[in-house]
């Protein structure tokens, strides 16, 4: 599994643009997903072509919940490449014409080690990737509480990591167990999960790559 930050309040390099959003690339032995679409689509697309990331050649795009700084990119992307196969949950408010949508209410196989969890508290989904390690989970902005997302994922056996948004987060006890942490986005407390897990914690940014086997 590889996973490229496409789109991230912060940027690790010049050239690559940070904004208010969220939207990553999750590369499996089978399928290229892309996960959430951030807010301005312009900056979408200036970033996918500056990580040499071809729009045209994802197979999945996965949103997490539908707040615009996760959907901006959506409409353009899919004018882009509407040949994609698009998951978003069971609320997601407007029809996707012109593309296959499938709504997301209970956990689904995407593929033989990937999964969307399902929808929780009737607001977001997260993604969950199976690697050499354990499982990779990888979350929009953690509305539902990061500790119950990784409750769910841990369903399906020992969370490794977790990369994106964790909102306001402050259980840190919930990511004792968890080996990489990479807080993104929308996370409240970066600083202070960086102070409690040096050892574990990754910074987050447009342009970071994290590859497990």
């Not at 904004?19 to 997903?33: N, R, Y």
């Not at 949950?89 to 209410?105: D, L, N, S, Y």
Request: include cysteine; proline fraction near 5%; hydrophobic fraction near 40%.
């Amino acid at each position: 599994m590889k996973l490229t930050v496409i789109y991230d309040n912060v940027s690790l390099r010049e050239d690559l643009k940070p904004d208010w959003g969220f939207s990553c690339l999750v590369e499996t032995k089978t399928l290229k997903i892309l996960f959430d679409t951030g807010y301005d689509p312009s900056i979408l697309f200036h970033n996918m072509k500056k990580l040499e990331i071809s729009p045209k050649n994802i197979d999945v795009v996965v949103i997490s919940h539908p707040h615009l700084d996760h959907t901006g990119g959506l409409a353009d992307f899919l004018r882009v490449n509407p040949n994609v196969t698009l998951y978003v949950p069971q609320c997601f408010p407007t029809e996707i014409m012109g593309v296959k949508t499938v709504r997301v209410k209970n956990p689904i196989r995407l593929s033989e080690d990937t999964y969307i969890l399902g929808e929780l508290m009737n607001i977001e989904q997260s993604l969950l990737v199976k690697t050499g390690k354990g499982l990779v989970l990888v979350t929009g902005c953690s509305h539902p509480g990061l500790e119950n997302i990784i409750g769910e994922a841990s369903k399906f056996g020992e969370v490794y990591g977790v990369i994106g948004g964790f909102h306001g987060f402050r259980n840190y006890k919930a990511l004792e167990k968890v080996s990489l942490v990479c807080p993104c986005h929308c996370t409240v407390a970066k600083k202070e999960i960086e102070k409690i897990f040096p050892e574990k914690h990754v910074k987050c940014g447009v342009g970071k790559v994290l590859e497990f086997e």
